[in-house]
């Protein structure tokens, strides 16, 4: 039913920043939340950050200590990530997701639709 794209992924020096953008292109379908999860090579999926549809209400995971933004455009369907003074372990594959639950929740297994995830590259 849900259908979400990334983009906005790419190589980056560090200090650097970059804005991720995740569409819900065929409409988001009762969802009320929707995240921003990342996973470098040989690690788990963690979680980095959440916004509801209704109310913008946000929160963030404790390492990115003030550097990224999540935000939304609701007429457009769409959540962005925009991410500053990029570090070398910020490197992962960045993924978007919605869940039908508004309350906070970290654990990807919470989240129901997913997108094929954007690649973020930072250089040291």
């Known amino acids: 039913q849900v259908q979400l794209v990334e983009s906005g992924g790419g190589l980056v020096q560090a200090g650097g920043s970059l804005r991720l953008s995740c569409v819900a292109s065929t409409g988001t379908f009762g969802t009320n939340t929707m995240g921003w999860f990342r996973q470098a090579p040989g690690m788990e999926r963690e979680f980095v950050a959440s916004?509801?549809?209704?109310?913008?209400?946000?929160y963030y995971a404790d390492f990115v200590q003030g550097r990224f933004i999540i935000f939304r455009n609701n007429a457009l369907n769409a959540v962005y990530l925009q991410m500053n003074s990029l570090k070398s372990e910020d490197t992962a594959v960045y993924y978007c997701a919605a869940r039908h639950g508004s309350t906070r929740l970290i654990t990807p297994t919470g989240y129901e639709y997913w997108g094929q995830g954007t690649q973020v590259t930072v250089s040291s």
């Open positions: 916004i509801t549809w209704s109310e913008g209400i946000t």
